[in-house]
């Protein structure tokens, strides 16, 4: 399953979605070891970059950054995705209710 998700990323290497979802699968098949939250936070960087109008792949790059230790670069993630989600209006791009929540308590330093 990875290795076809790797494939699609080589075929579409400038479509956000196909490097968000190649980090979930990195996350689902690999564990949560340093280098895997590494190798998926890579990925998840890749699609902000692509689509930096996504809400969801600040958040990811956030959560994934708080969990190696990266308090600042959580910080601004998570204020990121906070901005965007309150400029968005496609509701597809949106954070939920909790998701909102984690992005403000990572925004304000908070790591757990």
């Not at 970059?49 to 792949?57: D, E, Q, T």
């Not at 509701?91 to 909790?98: E, P, Q, R, S």
Request: proline share 3%; glycine share 6%.
């Amino acid at each position: 399953m990875l290795a076809s998700w790797e494939d699609a990323v080589r075929l579409n290497p400038h479509d956000a979605a196909m490097h968000a979802g190649l980090a979930e699968r990195i996350l689902l098949a690999k564990g949560e070891d340093r280098a895997t939250l590494e190798e998926a936070l890579d990925a998840y960087t890749r699609a902000s970059k692509l689509n930096p109008s996504r809400p969801g792949y600040h958040l990811a790059r956030a959560r994934l950054s708080a969990r190696l230790g990266r308090s600042d670069e959580a910080r601004l993630a998570a204020t990121e995705a906070i901005r965007l989600d309150a400029l968005t209006g496609d509701a597809t791009a949106m954070l939920d209710a909790d998701e909102r929540e984690t992005a403000r308590r990572l925004a304000g330093g908070d790591a757990r």
